[in-house]
């Protein structure tokens, strides 16, 4: 499997999330993209390159462009409201929710920080918009090589990106690569797209940025979000609206739930995705289902990760891997490499 690698990750490198009422230190860190990394070069499964230049407008087609303005300068005025900044993450404080106006840009720093976000999880820092920006290219460039004909590609990048709305960012997302490569290949002509959502995790801001739109079908696997982040989005009732009615697709779990009903889900989604006819597929790959994750509650082992691989490799569509959550750093690799090795076996 060809992989599409952002050696710009640890550019973004967050200090602390609120968790609790306390700062604790981000589970979201560099060294889970090295260890994926390492375990691709350990098993020799493919080649490794670097994004292709991009334009600006590609992010455009997804983000809008008053949140890309506000990203790309989100630090200087985090660091132009006190020098001492440079030495703190920026973190959210206030939220224009229910009742409040989102149609205003305040002049405050501090007001568009919440206006651009969704929780205070999620630090941006000084690296944030430089690695993100990579990753996305990453994320299109993995779609390109399918577009020319590779069976799949693999975008290992970080910061993740299946929160992130067309103007926010929240759960350590800041752009979605996911949406960004489903746009790419509808862009390049493909009449249906699937996004497949296996993240622990609903992905919200996937299924926000294609919940209207008939050409992209939405189906994620995750955790009940009546217990479980991001708690305001992932329910089985939503199921598209508009010309997109009928394209969104979500299957949650009960926390605690293991590899056979997981895979039954899978199989639903994937059979959805069939009757939906696309030509070809986005994988929003995280492995935070994995049973030792410590901020999960699935209970995925290690081995379960190449049976998911072969069920995806079966769908028989060109497939873009896009790399999402996993926190449990030491098996991070080892769990992702098995979903890309056991896609190649069956592939
Ligand atoms: C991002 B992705 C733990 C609380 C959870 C947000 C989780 C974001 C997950 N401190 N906070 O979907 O893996
Ligand atoms: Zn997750």
Not at 167 to 181: I, K
Not at 241 to 265: H, I, K, M, Q, V
Request: aromatic share 12%; charged share 20%.
């Amino acid at each position: 499997m060809l992989t599409i690698y952002n050696d710009r990750h640890a550019l973004h490198q967050g200090r602390f999330e609120m968790f609790r009422g306390e700062l604790v230190p981000c589970f979201e860190v560099p060294a889970r993209a090295d260890f994926v990394l390492r375990e691709l070069q350990l098993r020799g499964l493919g080649a490794i390159e670097g994004p292709q230049e991009l334009p600006a407008v590609a992010i455009a087609r997804i983000h809008s462009q008053r949140y890309l303005d506000f990203l790309a300068g989100a630090w200087q005025e985090w660091v132009a409201l006190d020098p001492a900044n440079a030495n703190r993450d920026a973190l959210p404080s206030y939220w224009p929710i229910r009742s409040f106006r989102s149609d205003v840009l305040p002049a405050s720093f501090s007001a568009r920080m919440g206006l651009f976000s969704f929780d205070a999880g999620s630090p941006l820092t000084a690296g944030t918009w430089a690695a993100a920006r990579a990753g996305a290219a990453c994320a299109i460039t993995a779609a390109r090589k399918v577009l020319q004909g590779e069976r799949a590609a693999f975008a290992l990048t970080r910061p993740p990106g299946h929160h992130a709305g067309m103007d926010f960012f929240g759960g350590y997302c800041f752009l979605n690569n996911a949406a960004l490569a489903a746009q790419a290949l509808r862009d390049a002509g493909l009449e249906r797209v699937a996004v497949l959502d296996v993240d622990y995790h609903h992905g919200n801001g996937t299924q926000s940025i294609f919940y209207q739109r008939a050409d992209v079908f939405f189906a994620s696997v995750h955790c009940d979000p009546h217990t479980e982040y991001p708690y305001f989005l992932g329910y089985a009732d939503e199921r598209g609206a508009g010309a997109g009615e009928g394209c969104n697709l979500n299957l949650p779990l009960a926390r605690g739930s293991g590899f056979p009903r997981w895979r039954t889900a899978l199989a639903q989604a994937l059979r959805a995705i069939a009757d939906f006819r696309a030509d070809a597929l986005v994988v929003s790959l995280g492995v935070d289902t994995f049973e030792g994750d410590p901020i999960s509650g699935f209970g995925l082992r290690s081995a379960d990760y190449l049976a998911i691989g072969e069920d995806i490799a079966a769908a028989g569509l060109p497939t873009v891997f896009v790399f999402e959550g996993g926190y449990a750093v030491a098996e991070v690799g080892i769990n992702t490499v098995n979903v890309l090795e056991g896609f190649g076996q069956r592939a």
